[in-house]
């Protein structure tokens, strides 16, 4: 019987992020709807929302993302052989948003291309796939692109309104250069109906206290799978970040009280745990609002720029429906260098913010048709 190959060293070799050129202040949007502005600030966490402006979208965000992951790669793109975008701001029911984004790279030919759909946990989903392709065997020595790429909107004066943003990450998945991922992970799925957007419907039903049980549970649960029979306090303090899903920054901030809770921690340990692990990481979260699938993945790239080789951090996925999954990921040896902070930086410092009566207008001139339609005739 033939042996199989050793599976290639595998995991993210470069990291490509965009960021939306408008964003809005929450205490604007505040003032708009006549609510405090420390409910936005304190109570949900949040500084600034991302913002498209009209004829920018989804797939202009995962298009750039995919053109800087791809232009730090030492690779050759036709080693490309796996393109899987995730998103929950499909432009089509049927044609993938990966059509776009290779149809705009000129990515053709032996190369397996789709969409990943469950929610935000869509792009951890498509980063598992090109992994573990990667790990079968099946993929040779080809490459994987990824891209977790969203446009998070919901209905004006919604309660989830402070938390929009918008924004994309791309990764190239061969040799661990930036990091490593274990092949071990840690999966939660329960069907529940906390947050969805149903065939036609333009913004997503949300049942909001619901979605926050749901969020914690999950991350409850995996932190639960990730610690086994060890000691939380040892295994957690190991890590160097966990990183969170931010669907707000309060979200997370409560759903780690309630997995220190779950581990019988003190309120003095869970303070210690989140202030030293977790705050740190959701720096660019904050300036960019939620952007769904890449929402996590903005977290993981700020808490591994700049990070030494060898240095662990947790990565905790949410996907509403629900599903979720617990990450550990090792920085490689190109993490200190963490050429994606310059797409952060860069985008932030180009960004130009809007007023409260330049957001209506552009609420108001939301477009509905979809995006690259073929030219007629
Ligand atoms: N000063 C300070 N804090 C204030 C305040 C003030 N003046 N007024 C209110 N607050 C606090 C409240 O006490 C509350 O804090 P606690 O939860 O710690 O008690 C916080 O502000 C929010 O207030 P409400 O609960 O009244 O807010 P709301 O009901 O209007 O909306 C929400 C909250 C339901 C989370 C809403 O933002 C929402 O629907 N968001 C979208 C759903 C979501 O993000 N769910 C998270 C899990 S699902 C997921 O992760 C997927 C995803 O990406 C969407």
Not at 183 to 202: C, I, K, M, T, Y
Not at 367 to 373: C, D, L, N, Q, S
Request: proline fraction near 7%.
């Amino acid at each position: 019987m033939a042996h199989p190959t050793a599976p290639p060293p595998t995991g993210i070799a470069s990291i490509g992020i965009h960021l939306p050129p408008l964003a809005m202040p929450v205490e604007e949007l505040a003032g708009l709807r006549g609510e405090e502005p420390a409910k936005y600030t304190v109570g949900l966490g949040c500084r600034e929302m991302s913002l498209c402006p009209p004829g920018f979208g989804v797939v202009e965000l995962a298009e750039e993302a995919a053109r800087r992951a791809l232009a730090r790669w030492d690779g050759d793109p036709s080693r490309i052989g796996l393109l899987a975008v995730g998103s929950e701001s499909a432009v089509d029911m049927s044609r993938p948003l990966s059509a776009w984004v290779a149809d705009r790279l000129g990515l053709a030919g032996a190369v397996r291309s789709y969409e990943v759909k469950h929610a935000c946990y869509g792009g951890t989903l498509a980063l598992r796939q090109a992994l573990e392709w990667r790990l079968s065997g099946a993929a040779g020595d080809r490459a994987a692109l990824v891209i977790a790429a969203d446009v998070a909107l919901y209905a004006e004066r919604d309660p989830g309104e402070p938390t929009q943003g918008a924004g994309a990450v791309a990764f190239v998945v061969d040799a661990p250069d930036v990091a490593a991922i274990s092949p071990l992970s840690h999966p939660w799925s329960e069907p529940q109906f906390d947050f969805w957007r149903p065939v036609g419907e333009a913004f997503p039903r949300v049942q909001g206290p619901l979605s926050l049980e749901c969020y914690k549970r999950a991350a409850v649960e995996t932190f639960r799978a990730l610690v086994a029979d060890g000691d939380a306090a040892e295994v957690l303090g190991r890590l160097d970040a966990a990183c969170f899903h931010v669907p707000f920054p309060k979200m997370v901030k409560k759903a780690v009280y309630a997995v220190g809770e779950a581990f019988g921690w003190s309120e003095e340990d869970n303070a210690a745990f989140y202030a030293a692990k977790v705050e740190p990481t959701m720096g660019w979260n904050r300036r960019c609002g939620n952007a769904y699938t890449a929402s996590l993945w903005i977290a993981v790239a700020e808490a591994l720029a700049g990070l030494d080789a060898g240095r662990r951090l947790a990565a905790f996925s949410y996907g509403s429906g629900f599903g979720a999954e617990l990450l550990t990921l090792t920085a490689g040896p190109r993490a200190a260098e963490a050429a994606w902070r310059d797409d952060v930086e860069g985008d932030l410092a180009r960004r130009e913010h809007v007023d409260a009566a330049a957001y209506t207008r552009l609420r108001g001139a939301e477009k509905t048709t979809a995006a690259g339609e073929p030219a007629a005739g």
